[in-house]
């Protein structure tokens, strides 16, 4: 369906208004001004960001901060990045992150629930659209996630 990015940025960001708040996370959004509308399976997408920001929020200490950018390539790529300034990934992980039920070390993530599900289910998503999902961390410096996904603007809308 045609979606304005920048308000369904604002929309994830709403979501998690509760826990952001509980924790103290800022989150800062970041549509450039060249975005406006295009094609998305939204539901899906929404899916995959819900994911990612859940994750920002569970691996970031209080007083945190997560920022949400979105850039379109000349290309017609849609790229968001999900990034936290949180507890990060060991290097060791970082090959196995996507695979299914793996979570990083049992010590650190048993008391914060969760099935480790999340990132492949979101890897799942993006390649069914034809897209590409990176994600880049440093070990107590924090996690940057990064999606890409071919779309189709919507016509008669100013760039
Ligand atoms: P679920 O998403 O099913 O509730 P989960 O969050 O443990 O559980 P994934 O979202 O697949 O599972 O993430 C897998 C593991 O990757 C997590 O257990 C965590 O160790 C690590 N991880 C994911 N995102 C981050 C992040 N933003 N910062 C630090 N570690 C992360
Ligand atoms: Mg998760």
């Known amino acids: 369906v045609p979606t304005n990015i920048p308000d369904m940025l604002e929309e994830v960001a709403d979501r998690f208004s509760f826990q952001l708040h509980q924790k103290a996370i800022s989150i800062e959004i970041d549509a450039g ?82 099935t480790g599900l999340g990132l492949s289910i979101a890897r799942e998503i993006v390649k069914a659209h034809g897209g590409t999902i990176a994600l880049d961390s440093e070990l107590n410096q924090g996690t940057r996630v990064t999606f890409a996904l071919p779309v189709q603007q919507m016509e008669g809308e100013p760039a």
């Open 33 to 114: 001004a060249d975005i406006q509308s295009v094609m998305l399976d939204r539901d899906q997408i929404d899916q995959v960001l819900d994911n990612l920001v859940s994750n920002a929020i569970k691996y970031t200490p209080e007083g945190g901060a997560i920022a949400l950018r979105a850039t379109l390539t000349e290309k017609a790529w849609l790229e968001i990045a999900v990034q936290d300034n949180g507890i990060g990934i060991p290097r060791k992980d970082l090959t196995r992150i996507f695979d299914r039920f793996y979570r990083v070390d049992k010590a650190r993530s048993r008391n914060m629930g969760g």
